[in-house]
């Protein structure tokens, strides 16, 4: 991939973060204002998180699936991921716990247990979710960067009898097949293993595999700009399907094949060598802060909600730019996290990082 597609990847993260703010702001703005923005309340998922799952599959495959069966020192490639989510994810939750603390009522019921809390700060599953709520899918994360781990620390034989089980069993766990899907479901760790969640990071490999086959055979892509903008439509198209019933809310895997779209249309496309529109830097930059947006987001709107509710702001503005201004002001929040928080933390952390090892030859 040439440089300007890797920032246009890069900028289409920062999108993704913008959507799951947009949907999460509609929510609460029906909660307080009962104005549901863009008609997106009650959508469940908006398809960002699940771009971000097939991304990230992509990137991983695209960086390290070379390395499948290399039997490699995973030492550092583990520190490294491991550092990516822990640290800040750890932060704010150690942050946020105290509230429910001081605030009876506030909690759900379960944040003060102490099970929960270590098992949240470890991003160990449970089925009322962690305690920072926005952050369930980073257990999806952990278990997809492990399970490559160790796809890269054994032979390569092996690597691909375990990633066939462990693919066949999510499709047929999906799928409901007899026998299989039934007792995966009695089980809730099992049914986290082989949930078809993770069938979006594998989706992602799968991309990263055939797009690298191609590069390597010389193949060009037919009309990534067509595919681009098929998966672009698909989102909203989405929307308005669940909107009015015609799919079921609960089908996230109904963004699978938008997001395919606009990821390979993103990959293949051929964009100007040389500087991109501004708004695309922009976007690329908000992909930098993607992480912590997506932790930080909701808090950010439910303080700002609050106090716009309590201003009364509604009566004398339109809802409609009352929840611009604090879109906008969540945003911002969360960029300033990123630059005085996350990156001084990550800088900081990377020194005590292992020095890579070479693989072991074959």
Known sequence: MSRNNQIMLQASRGA??????????????????????FGLNGLDRSGGVDYFFVLTGFLM??????????????????????????????????????????IPGYELGFETQPDAIFKSLLLIPQEHGPILGVAWSLSYFVLFYGVF?????????????????????????????????PVIRQHFYLNFLFDS???????????????????????????????LWSGLIGFPLLWILKHFGIISVSQYLWYLPPSLCVLIGLATGSFASGPLPRWTILLSR??????????????????????????????GVSPLWVNLIILIAALFISYQLHLWVEKPLMTSLRTLLPTPRKAHSH
Request: charged share 10%; glycine share 6%; proline share 3%.
């Open 197 to 227: 969640t993770n069938l979006e990071l594998l989706a992602g490999c799968a991309a990263a595999y055939w797009l690298k086959r191609s590069q390597r055979r010389g193949d060009a892509m037919n009309s990534p700009s067509s595919l």
């Open 61 to 102: 495959y695209w960086i390290y699936g070379d390395r499948i069966g290399s039997r490699m020192d995973i030492r550092s490639y583990t520190a490294n991921r491991l550092l990516r989510i822990y640290p800040l994810h750890g932060l704010l939750t150690l942050l946020v716990i105290p509230v429910y603390f001081l």
């Open 286 to 315: 908000l992909g930098d802060a993607s992480y912590t947006i997506l932790l930080t987001h909701l808090l950010s709107i439910s303080v700002l909600m609050k106090l716009a509710h309590g201003l009364n702001l509604t009566q």
């Open 149 to 181: 781990a160790l796809l890269m620390a054994i032979n390569r034989r092996s690597a691909t009898l375990l990633l066939s089980i462990w693919v066949c069993v999510i499709v047929a766990n999906a799928l409901q097949l007899p026998v299989i899907g």
């Open 16 to 37: 993704a973060a913008c959507v799951v703010l947009l949907f999460h702001l509609s929510s609460m703005s029906y909660k307080y204002f009962h104005y549901n923005l």
